[in-house]
């Protein structure tokens, strides 16, 4: 029995009916490296139970402390059914592009059930009828509560579900997994009153650990090794609301050797500067769109993942958190580049002067019951709606992949999207996901906050297309490596399944060379 952390507890905290607190994915897989060239639901299934060892997510669940007195604890689940997780859909003719969005917004929609372990695979059949991906390919829709991984922990039990060959055998180590008892509410009080009379000596500890890094800060800030601007300061726009339990889930491609040679547009940019403008790009472009675009930059918040080589399988969160402006108030797509660039480099120098590891580990000190009362607080009383101050405008989070392909149950992994939890004051969240040759921009957002998630993914693709054309010399279009899903916008999906009838905002047409994703 292990206790979850600070920042991993405070997922639990914020899971309400309207803000499930569970990250996923979108992958798309072609079966014709199978063998036979065929994939059924029970050599799926086969392949899992196969590799449970690998991942210690997979049979952990949750067990909470009475009255949330402290943090939930993990333990190995005595009930675990792997049919009960893996689940077995198909969609309707004619299995285009539209319905799979439908579908995996309908799915991430749906809270995660806290009384086993947090997670849930939906394979979806019948993708008859996707320019770009071959008949017989199939779907699957990942859920894993927040509270269980990050970013990199994710792509950990990624690595555990996957192979690096189409035939690669079973893992030939045995299975030594046994499942616990679960403890009784009296066991878990005990334990509650221990941790209270011991957590000021533990925040003692943090402080102590912190101060250095304090006085770094005060003295970078002295010498202007970087500054705190006002443009950190985010302001309020249409998504930074009370949310609604509906998702729309939409995206694009594009290939990695663009987003590379756009770096040569600003000296010293990196790739994450990039998306973080295209990011800004976007977002100018729908919110002017709306007549709602304010006179000062959004911000995005971006984790910064402090997860060490000893703890690479280790479940829950090992991530801080720089907040960067992203440009919206600059026209020119190079100056936004640039800006972007100037203010993320001030950004890392801060965090980096604090340390973000202490950062992670003052989160992981903080009382548990006034934790989980102020979440509850803030969204039962609607104060995201009551101009209280986003702490920032969106989520851009950036998670590398695998450079090479892999392949599940011998099927290989044709595209991996990324999506994100959604909370009252964030109502739209973006994650840059990376795979071979190319890498994904996608979003996920309220559905009553964006309506039209097929223009804001065309705003995406057109300022992506500025930066790349905008670059010091033209760049070859990528020669696709693997099928890729259609280019063409999509319709917007929703977490009841059905599409919104009436006007809506109608997004030009795409020159796109790269592909739309969910």
């Known amino acids: 029995m292990r206790q979850l952390q600070g920042m991993d507890a405070s997922f639990v ?19 014709a490296t199978a063998p036979g060239g065929f994939v059924r639901f029970k050599d799926i299934l086969g392949f899992f139970e196969s590799r449970m060892q690998l991942s210690r997510t997979m049979r952990q ?5 009475p009255f949330d007195l402290d943090y939930p604890y993990w333990i190995e689940d005595p009930d675990f059914d792997l049919e009960y997780h893996v689940r077995h859909i198909a969609l309707p003719q004619p299995g285009d592009w539209r319905q799979l969005c439908i579908q995996a917004a309908r799915i991430f929609a749906r809270p995660l059930d806290l009384t086993r372990p947090p997670w849930e695979f939906t394979v979806v059949e019948g993708l008859s009828n996707i320019p770009g991906i071959p008949q017989g390919s199939y779907a699957m829709v990942t859920k894993v509560h927040h509270a269980a991984i990050d970013g990199m922990s994710g792509i950990d039990l990624m690595e555990a579900m996957h192979t690096l060959r189409a035939d690669e055998p079973a893992p030939s180590q045995p299975d030594g997994w046994k499942p616990e008892r679960l403890p009784n509410p009296v066991e878990l009080l005990g334990k509650s009153y221990f941790n209270a009379v011991t957590n000021p000596l533990k925040q003692l500890e943090v402080a102590a650990r912190a101060a250095p890094g304090l006085a770094r800060a005060l003295k970078g ?71 709602d675009l304010p006179d000062k930059t959004l911000t995005a918040m971006a984790p910064i993942s402090v997860r060490s080589g000893g703890e690479k399988g ?19 797509p190079v100056e936004r580049l640039a800006f972007v660039h100037a203010q993320t480099a001030n950004s890392k120098a801060m965090t980096e002067a604090i340390g973000a590891r202490n950062m992670t580990e003052a989160s992981k000190v903080a009382p548990a019951l006034w934790m989980s009362l102020a979440a509850q607080l803030y969204t039962r009383l609607g104060l995201a709606n009551r101009g ?4 920032f405008s969106t989520v851009v989070t950036n998670v590398p992949g695998p450079p090479v392909p892999i392949y599940s149950a011998g099927a290989r992994l044709e595209s991996m999207m990324g999506l994100l939890c959604l909370t009252d004051g964030m109502g739209l969240g973006h994650t840059v996901q990376s795979y071979v040759d190319e890498a994904t921009i996608t979003f996920t957002a309220c559905r009553d906050l964006m309506p039209d998630p097929e223009f804001y993914a065309q705003c995406i693709q057109d300022s992506f297309e500025e930066l790349r054309d905008a670059a010091p010399r033209p760049l070859k279009a990528a020669t696709p490596a693997r099928p890729r899903p259609p280019r063409k916008p999509g319709a917007k999906s929703s977490a009841t399944g059905k599409a919104r009838s009436g006007k809506r905002s109608t997004p030009p047409k795409s020159k796109a060379k790269g592909r739309k994703s969910a």
């Open 61 to 65: 669940r949750m067990v909470r402390v």
């Open 388 to 391: 209280v101050a986003p702490t």
């Open 314 to 332: 280790d479940m829950g969160n090992q991530v801080a958190a720089m907040v960067t402006p992203l440009g919206t108030h600059l026209a020119d």
């Open 221 to 291: 800030l002295a010498a202007k090794d970087f500054s705190v601007s006002r443009d950190m300061l985010a302001p309020r726009t249409r998504f930074n609301r009370v949310i609604s339990a509906h998702r729309v889930a939409e995206g694009r491609s594009v290939p990695l050797a663009d987003i590379k040679a756009i770096r040569a547009l600003a000296p010293g940019c990196k790739v994450n500067d990039v998306f973080l403008a295209i990011v800004g790009g976007a977002m100018r472009r729908y919110l002017l769109a709306k007549d």
């Open 13 to 31: 905290a914020l899971e309400t009916r309207t803000s499930p607190m569970h990250i996923g994915s979108i992958l798309i897989y072609n079966p």
